[in-house]
């Protein structure tokens, strides 16, 4: 049988490349990986992007889109739109590599703001600046 990308039957007179069946399903972003596999981060895509998060993170994803949507409509500047993406790019990465750190930053975020003080074992923003000049050796 001749198959579509994705293993779906073709229909209709479609001169679709024909894709051999190994009777394999590929899995989701969101799916487990093997132990031996590290995820990689999904592409700047709305639906891949999605696709890597909880229903609760997936949630503050959507209301920051349609935020972010709104905005471009009334600007029409897509500039806003591309920095949302590559920003939820990291947090869908971050939430596959570790699940529940979302949320987990946001509660150390609204911590330190509450109580003025860094989070233990974090450094001070000169000393980070040093430290990333070290490490690209300058």
């Known amino acids: 049988m001749t198959h579509l990308a994705g293993g779906r039957p073709s229909r209709g007179n ?11 399903d590929m899995a989701s972003p969101s799916a487990a990986l093997p132990s031996d596999h590290e995820p990689v981060p999904p592409p700047p895509d709305p639906q891949a992007i999605r ?29 806003p739109v591309h920095e949302l993406l590559a920003k939820w790019r990291h947090s869908a990465y971050a939430e596959l590599r570790d699940p529940g750190s979302y949320f987990r ?12 003080q860094a989070p233990a074992g974090s450094i001070p923003g000169d000393g980070m600046k040093a430290l990333i000049r070290q490490r690209l050796g300058r």
């Not at 930053?105 to 003025?116: D, I, K, M, S, V």
Request: glycine letters at 4%.
């Open 51 to 79: 696709a890597c998060l909880t229903p609760d993170v997936a949630a503050e994803f959507d209301a920051e889109w349609e935020i972010v949507l709104d905005k471009a409509k009334a600007s029409k500047d897509l500039a």
């Open 105 to 116: 930053l946001l509660a150390t975020a609204a911590r330190t703001l509450a109580t003025g």
């Open 14 to 24: 479609a001169r679709i490349r024909p894709v051999p069946d190994y009777g394999v």
